[in-house]
């Protein structure tokens, strides 16, 4: 099916509805986007009406609105509704999936060289405490993950496959569904770290057959910090054991017993932000009104021309290996430090982030690449900031060959 390019008149229109954009050039969407007007809003009004009429009361007013947050994450993911649990964010949602499953000494688990650190240490923490196998698929020599090699290194003791979707700090998308075939063939529980890929592209959990799926509000989505969600599959969920629990985590509770809810709420406590809930609810609608596959065909777009012009300077590496490829851009400056030039662009007013070693380690150290620059597009970037970002680049590079010359002849 064709997928129709956002137009002109469409982009005009969702910059002038995101006050951001007009002080900044945002290419730190990896980061945490520029949430739109409206997101902010809904937050803002929500805690003033707190404010007014309190917590509770006004909990109660907006009880639908609160409820719809889970019916649009559930149609954004293509899940049920009682399969959607929110959190603060992407790391508790893999932690709370990871440390719900039973494992025993010499279980092993599967993953690749992508993973990001908080499933990392997650990996190692359960090697020390359960004893179990880490398995790590390295990519080819071309940045591709082989889905092959995955299903040769499957043995009976093969309780997980845990795959980053995108990774933190490369510019690549794994093969999740073709990986999720594999899982589902050999009936192992599938965890996905879908925390960069959400809100970027469509993401589809029957589509790629995963049980359990961790994601954050705050980067592709574009809602409010401290948000995220967790799905888990509805026949998984009897099998993950609970971190915390609290009243609303059961359906009942006596003197002796307690059962716990028939939903993925159970993995849940009780309080939480409001506002925040509301503000996430209406960053996936702006979300779904633009359509995922138009975002993400538009955020293709931009990268692939921020690649290719990055690659036309002199002294400027683009590091994103593979043939799948997203928003992120990495890439480094012969001679000048990341932080360095991430810093003389926010002179410019240009956002970018530092990609340290430490977020996707495996695949950095085994690259030698101690940090990167790592410039993220959305689709409410233009052509025109990238040309500016270019220009900039170029004159650091300019300007950082000239005080070197200096030093080395002083007048
Ligand atoms: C691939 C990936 N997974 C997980 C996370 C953790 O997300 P959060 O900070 O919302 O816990 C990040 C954060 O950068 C990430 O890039």
């Known amino acids: 099916?064709?997928?129709?390019?956002?137009?002109?008149?469409?982009?005009?229109?969702?910059?002038?509805?995101?006050?951001?954009?007009?002080?900044?050039?945002?290419?730190?969407?990896?980061?945490?986007?520029?949430?739109?007007?409206?997101?902010?809003?809904?937050?803002v009004n929500y805690l003033t009406e707190e404010a007014m009429s309190g917590g509770y009361e006004t909990e109660a007013k907006y009880h639908a609105q609160l409820e719809n947050t889970y019916t649009l994450i559930a149609r954004l993911i293509n899940a049920d509704k009682n399969?959607?649990?929110l959190v603060e964010n992407a790391s508790t949602a893999w932690i709370l999936a990871f440390n719900g499953?039973?494992?025993k000494k010499g279980d092993a688990v599967i993953t690749s060289e992508m993973e990001y650190v908080t499933n990392l240490i997650g990996f190692l923490n359960a090697k020390k405490t359960h004893g179990i196998e880490i398995k790590v698929i390295p990519n080819d020599e071309y940045g591709n993950f082989?889905?092959?090699?995955?299903?040769?290194?499957?043995?009976?003791?093969?309780?997980?496959?845990?795959?980053?979707?995108?990774?933190?700090?490369?510019?690549?998308?794994?093969?999740?569904?073709?990986?999720?075939?594999i899982a589902r063939k050999h009936g192992i529980l599938y965890l996905v770290d879908a925390c960069q890929s959400v809100g970027q592209m469509l993401v589809d959990v029957k589509e790629i057959g995963c049980d359990m799926l961790a994601v954050t509000g705050r980067k592709y989505l574009r809602a409010p910090r401290?948000?995220?969600?967790?799905?888990?599959?509805?026949?998984?969920?009897?099998?993950?054991?609970?971190?915390?629990?609290?009243?609303?985590?059961?359906q009942w509770v006596s003197g002796k017993d307690f059962k716990v809810r028939d939903d993925a709420r159970r993995f849940e406590l009780y309080e939480k932000n409001r506002a925040l809930t509301l503000g996430l609810g209406k960053a996936v609608e702006y979300a779904l009104d633009i359509g995922l596959d138009r975002i993400w065909l538009r955020v293709l777009h931009l990268a692939a021309l921020m690649r290719r012009q990055l690659?036309?300077?002199?002294?400027?590496?683009?590091?994103?290996?593979?043939?799948?490829?997203?928003?992120?851009v990495t890439f480094s400056i012969e001679g000048i430090d990341s932080a360095m030039i991430k810093s003389k662009l926010a002179e410019k007013q240009i956002n970018v982030s530092v990609g340290k070693a430490v977020s996707t380690l495996l695949y950095m150290n085994k690259n030698h690449l101690k940090s990167v620059v790592r410039a993220s597009v959305h689709y409410y970037n233009t052509e025109e900031e990238i040309m500016t970002m270019c220009d900039a680049l170029v004159a650091i590079m300019n300007a950082n060959i000239e005080s070197r010359a200096e030093i080395q002849e002083p007048r």
């Open 83 to 85: 399969e959607v649990a």
């Open 1 to 43: 099916m064709m997928i129709t390019p956002l137009t002109k008149q469409e982009i005009q229109q969702f910059r002038a509805g995101t006050r951001g954009t007009a002080q900044r050039i945002h290419f730190n969407n990896a980061g945490a986007s520029m949430p739109p007007d409206v997101v902010v809003e809904t937050v």
């Open 101 to 103: 499953i039973d494992f």
């Open 311 to 328: 690659g036309n300077i002199d002294g400027i590496t683009v590091h994103d290996m593979g043939d799948r490829k997203c928003g992120i």
């Open 226 to 250: 401290g948000t995220g969600f967790l799905f888990v599959r509805k026949e998984v969920q009897d099998q993950l054991k609970l971190t915390f629990m609290d009243g609303h985590t059961v």
């Open 146 to 181: 082989q889905p092959a090699v995955l299903e040769k290194a499957i043995t009976p003791r093969t309780k997980l496959i845990a795959i980053t979707h995108i990774p933190s700090t490369a510019g690549a998308v794994l093969p999740v569904v073709e990986i999720g075939k």
